[in-house]
């Protein structure tokens, strides 16, 4: 570990934090955040006017703290955060080299596994900056608008939950990144990627449906599956798909090190 | 009595990239305090050596020391390095970009940082971010980021490159002043061997990724071998032309002064050559030596034409 790890990894944060995609995620987070506590506030007041078969609507609906809470973490994880995140760590990799930018770290005496270290510790950091602006926001926001019922502390550990999805997600960005200079083609490459393993994980679930054993063990495993590790914290802790996850996480920060490790760069 | 630590030594280093030989058992040594002009046609793989040294591209053979490192990144303590053109992170502070280096570089404190933005003339134009610097300017950044960290070896590749004729004298100044006011060792590549001569005790002149000339740059230009040159003034210009196209050994190099010719010889005595012309001719009005410079002697080990 070079002695100056720390400054390396604080050099990162501020480039991190510098691009209008670290800029943009920071303000997209406090947005999920004020707009899930709105949001339950507005459908909250539509149910007292709605009534389903007799039963008013108000009465399916539970509206406390925990639930807007709950309500911003599931709109925190859905597509838009997680892609900005993705286009962070595209832009951390494939922009530098695209930028030649990297080149001119890489010629500072730093073994090549601490600049991708740094790289994940400062991408990590943007990740739980925008979840604990996320949480922030509902937290307060929900303490203010409903009564504080139920416990939280699932829901937090959701959030916690949901650091290591992005951690997963990053090590897999920066995989794809390092094998392309195109930021835009690393998001959608993921993306791309990330529907076909969904589509997969949903054919598996049929087959396990129809009897097939190892069908749900192995979607269980996949990739993508196992980037919604933090889903389960509500309904329970469930070990295969962290352990899927971490095991994830490891194998592409591992990969990630090796290709740059070896890459030339111009 | 005990020698210096060479700054650098290379010793047959090779890369190949599919079947082409980008740089062939190249060995260079470069002392401590030197500075060194690393010379060679466009493709003669000088940058892919470069970054070889640098540790940016893998090497398929040979062996780089750097003040007797051997292993990339203790010698990469002792080295700047710009690699072409120089890039930032625009949106970033002149001073944010340097110590962007300087964490990356585990040395360089604010006052490492002020010098080298004072050494390069940029001290005053810290805090403006780069996306406002001219092209001059930014070269000037990217000298001002290889020195953060002071250290001994700094490595240049076309530092020059891109800039026009007053950005060209700017770099240049900088650096003649750094190789007077500092203990740096400088290994240079640049295509203009004017300002080469100018700057460098010793050059290596590569092609085809091969060393084929190193030495100070006075032995070299005065050894044997080398190209002469003439300006040839003749009324019929045309005639002049044509008589020198027909000779191998000779080749045009552009116009001279008053409407005379250019030429560089090849092992043609001034004399030999006036004794063709007028063998076949041609009434020849001038004939003037020129004097022998770093310029020339590139072009005779580098021009098929005339070797």
Known sequence: ?266 | METATPALVTDGLTRRFGDRIAVDKLSIQVQPGDVYGFLGPNGAGKTTAIRCILGLIRKDAGNVRIFGETDPVRQRAHVGAMVETPRFFDWMSARGNLERTAAFAGKGDRSDIDRALQLVGLWGRESEPVRAFSLGMRQRLGIARALVGRPKLLVLDEPTNGLDPRGMKEVRDLLDNLAKSTQLTIFISSHLLDEIEKLCGRVGIIEHGRMIAEGKVDDLVAGEGGVTAVEVGARDRAGLCSALEAMDDVKLDGDGLGGRLRVLLAGVEPAALNARLVSAGVAVTALVPQERNLEQLFLSLTSKEIT
């Open chain 1, 1 to 266: 570990m070079p002695p100056h790890m720390l400054a390396m990894i604080r050099a990162e944060i501020v480039a991190v934090f510098g691009r209008w995609s670290g800029r943009g995620a920071l303000v997209v987070a406090l947005a999920v955040g004020l707009l899930a506590v709105g949001g339950l506030e507005m459908a909250s007041r539509a149910a007292d006017n709605i009534n389903a078969n007799g039963t008013p609507a108000a009465s399916m609906l539970t509206v406390d703290w925990a639930t807007c809470v709950a309500w911003s973490l599931q709109a925190r994880n859905f597509f838009v955060l997680p892609l900005l995140i993705a286009l962070a760590g595209a832009s951390t990799l494939s922009g530098e080299l695209k930028e030649n930018t990297l080149r001119e770290i890489l010629v500072r005496p730093v073994p090549r596994w601490s600049v991708v270290f740094a790289k994940v510790a400062a991408l990590s950091v943007l990740s739980i900056a925008t979840l604990g602006v996320t949480a922030a926001a509902s937290l307060v926001g929900g303490a203010i608008m409903f009564p504080m019922e139920e416990a939280i502390t699932g829901h937090l550990m959701g959030f916690a939950m949901s650091w290591l999805s992005d951690l997963g997600l990053i090590t897999m960005t920066l995989l794809v990144a390092s094998f392309s200079r195109s930021v835009g083609g690393v998001v959608v490459s993921l993306a791309l990627y990330l529907m076909a393993d969904f589509l997969l994980g949903t054919l598996l679930g049929f087959l396990g449906q129809l009897g097939t054993d190892w069908a749900p063990i192995v979607r269980d495993f996949l990739p993508g599956t196992a980037l919604q590790a933090w889903k389960d914290w509500d309904v329970g802790f469930e070990p295969k798909r962290v352990g899927a996850l971490v095991v994830w996480t490891i194998v592409t920060w591992v990969l990630t090190t090796i290709r740059v490790q070896r890459m030339d760069v111009p």
